[in-house]
T-cell receptor, first 114, second 114 residues
Framework: DGGITQSPKYLFRKEGQNVTLSCEQN?????MYWYRQDPGQGLRLIYY???????QKGDIAEGYSVSREKKESFPLTVTSAQKNPTAFYLC?????????????FGPGTRLTVT | SQKIEQNSEALNIQEGKTATLTCNYT??????LQWYRQDPGRGPVFLLL?????KEKRKERLKVTFDTTLKQSLFHITASQPADSATYLC?????????????FGQGTTLQVKP
């Protein structure tokens, strides 16, 4: 079964703690993306990576960090510096082959910080 | 700055009718536009992509139009079914096309009644 997995589905943390969200894909896609989704708002891009060992900030990168040590994996760390971390986090990937722009999303992780 | 707007209110229609969802944008010219379906608590699923030089795209019961003069896309579902009930997201490319970066609308919730 090819696809993207995110774990865990629900995550609870206390304020002041860093937390790492997992994202793995077996689609052999080069590009990967992290978004957050808040109620009534569109998805907002946090970070993206088009190749191993390289990544770029998206529109709302403050308080987050990522790594891309393997093609299959793009973990996101939500740090204690993120002022409003409670949200639904979505990971996506896509091939960078010509003319293919559709993104494939994982099932999401719902993070609650209290 | 770029802005993207979808019908903010939910759309309720009777089974068998055509649903029409609207996506309007301002302040930029995307190279392509995509539509995704999202079910509650799940990741979005890609439906259709239309490029700036295309007027219309079809896939089974789905049709998308793209008017770059009006800065608007319309998404139609013909012969709608209760299983089509979901939130539909419009997403526009921004920045360099090869990054695959997207800006998402807030989504329109469609409810199809039997």
């Amino acid at each position: 079964d090819g696809g993207i997995t995110q774990s865990p589905k629900y995550l609870f943390r206390k304020e002041g703690q860093n937390v790492t969200l997992s994202c793995e894909q077996n689609l052999n896609h080069d590009a990967m993306y992290w978004y957050r989704q808040d109620p009534g708002q569109g998805l907002r891009l946090i970070y993206y990576s088009q190749i191993v060992n390289d990544f770029q900030k998206g529109d709302i990168a403050e308080g987050y960090s990522v790594s891309r040590e393997k093609k299959e994996s793009f973990p996101l760390t939500v740090t204690s510096a993120q002022k409003n971390p409670t949200a639904f986090y979505l990971c996506a990937s896509r091939t960078t082959a010509d003319m293919h722009y559709e993104q494939y999303f994982g099932p999401g992780t719902r993070l609650t910080v209290t | 700055s770029q802005k993207i707007e979808q019908n903010s209110e939910a759309l309720n229609i009777q089974e068998g009718k055509t649903a029409t969802l609207t996506c309007n944008y301002t302040n930029y010219s995307p190279a392509y536009l995509q539509w995704y379906r999202q079910d509650p608590g799940r990741g979005p699923v890609f439906l259709l992509l239309i490029r700036e030089n295309e007027k219309e795209k079809r896939k089974e019961r789905l049709k998308v139009t793209f008017d770059t003069t009006l800065k608007q896309s319309l998404f139609h579902i013909t012969a709608s079914q209760p299983a089509d009930s979901a939130t539909y997201l419009c997403a526009l490319s921004y920045g360099s096309s090869n990054t695959g970066k997207l800006i998402f609308g807030q989504g329109t919730t469609l409810q199809v009644k039997p």
